[in-house]
C-alpha cells in the first residue's frame, strides 16, 4: 500500500474520535477570531479611546492611586492574555507553513530530502546544515549560473566536473 497523505489522513480520523477535536476547534477558532480582532483598526481605536478616557478622567479622581490601578491591572491582564492567544495561532501558522514546505521539498526529485522536518533539528544541527548551504551558494557563485544546481550533492559533483573538463582543455 502506498503511503500517502489521503491513506494516512483517513487512518488517523478514524482513531480519533470527534469529541476531544470539537473542544479543540472551539478554542482554535476562538483563537483565531481575538487574534484577528485584535490586530484590526477598530481594535486599536478603541484601546486608544480607553486610554484617552482614562486620562481624561484623572482629574476627576484626583489622578489617585486606584485611577493608576484601574489602567494597570486591565492593561497588564489584556496582554497576559494576549500573548497565550496570539502564541496559539502563531503555533498553529508555523506549523502549517512548515507542513507546505516539507510537501515541496518532498515532492521535488531533485531537491534535497535532508531538509524534510528540519523544524526539529537540533540547534548545532541546523548550523551544520546552513553551512553546507553556504558552501552551495560560494559553488553557485563559482558557477556564475544560479540555475545549475538543486542540491550540495548535486552542485558539488557539477563543480567538480567542470573543474576536471576546465584542466583537461588546459584553462586552469
Known amino acids: 500500500m502506498a503511503y500517502t497523505y489521503a491513506s494516512y489522513s483517513k487512518t488517523y480520523k478514524m482513531k480519533n474520535k470527534s469529541t476531544a477535536k470539537n473542544k479543540s476547534n472551539f478554542f ?78 518532498a515532492s521535488h526529485e531533485t531537491a534535497s530530502n535532508r531538509l524534510i522536518s528540519v523544524e526539529d533539528m537540533t540547534e548545532e544541527e541546523l548550523q551544520i546544515v546552513k553551512k553546507y548551504y553556504s558552501k552551495l551558494s560560494q559553488l553557485t557563485k563559482k558557477e556564475n549560473d544560479i540555475h545549475n544546481s538543486h542540491s550540495l550533492d548535486e552542485a558539488g559533483k557539477a563543480h567538480e566536473k567542470k573543474k576536471k573538463q576546465l584542466k583537461s582543455e588546459g584553462k586552469i
Request: no cysteine.
Open 28 to 105: 482554535e477558532v476562538f483563537a483565531a477570531k481575538v487574534n484577528s480582532l485584535a490586530g484590526s483598526t477598530g481594535a486599536f481605536i478603541s484601546a486608544f479611546s480607553l486610554i484617552i478616557i482614562w486620562l481624561v478622567s484623572g482629574p476627576l479622581f484626583g489622578f489617585s492611586e486606584t485611577w493608576q490601578l484601574i489602567i494597570n491591572t486591565g492593561t497588564t491582564i489584556i496582554t497576559f492574555l494576549m500573548v497565550f492567544l496570539i502564541q496559539k495561532t502563531q503555533n498553529k501558522d508555523s506549523l502549517a507553513i512548515q507542513l507546505k514546505l516539507n510537501e515541496l521539498v
